[in-house]
């Protein structure tokens, strides 16, 4: 990362733009800091920032996944025809019947990651589980949970 400084005010940039002559930089001295791009300009990566982003992670993670006690549970899935259902409106309810039945329903469940990275495989935070009643329970219970109203309002 280097560290240029243009018309007055100072820019990070990469090698490869300067050896591209991308930039007629004033003045530019090597870092050994390191940068990382934040929105539209580059920010120093420190320990706050890596707070930040791990906090980030798992503020995206609780989105889209919700806690049981057979694991964390994708809101959305893909299906085997490469749809897309939600699991609780769309596959809860057919997944409660067939226990209710007696008949057992296995489902992908997710271990939490660190959030020291971004995860792009999944596969290895997945395990098969068998559906309890439990389970079920829980399910109905942050469904329940979802429709809540969010009062935004503070009381005074």
Known sequence: MYLGYQNGKIKFYTEEELD??????????????EYVLDGDEYVLKDAEWEEKEKARRQAEFEKEFFQTSLGWIRRKVNMADGSTKDFLSDLLPTISMAVQMGTPVNIIAYDEPEFDEDVTDWTPYQHIEVVTAQFIQECFLQLSNDFLPINNEEEE
């Open 20 to 33: 591209a002559d991308l930039y007629n930089l004033d003045e530019s001295v090597e870092t050994d800091d």
